[in-house]
Each structure stands twice: as C-alpha cells, then as structure tokens.
C-alpha cells in the first residue's frame, strides 16, 4: 500500500498556502517547520530523555 506525502499547507508571506511536500513524519516542509512542529518537538523531547538518562 503506497503512503502519500502530504503538502505542506502553511501561509506563506504572500498569504497563500505552501505547495511544497512535508517533511516524512511532520506536518510541514523544511522551511516551515520551525520550533513548535510535531518534528521538532518530537526531537526536542528525545534529546531531553536523552540528557537525563545519563
């Protein structure tokens, strides 16, 4: 069963939605994934568990 890659979806500076593809596992491309996407979150808290298991 094939997966589709989802579009991105965020507003852009101009005020239309991004056409780019989203990043494997996240809700928006590499542009606009910023510090609150589920990717980066996600990464955020690894690091952290990381961090305090020593």
Not at 13 to 32: E, F, N, P, V, W
Request: charged share 35%.
């Amino acid at each position: 069963m094939a997966r589709t890659q989802s579009a991105c979806g965020a507003i852009t500076q101009k005020g239309t939605r991004c056409r780019r593809l989203a990043m494997i596992d996240a809700s928006r491309c590499d542009r606009h994934r910023g510090d609150w996407s589920t990717y980066t979150v996600a990464r955020r808290k690894a690091k952290a568990r990381a961090a305090r298991r020593g």
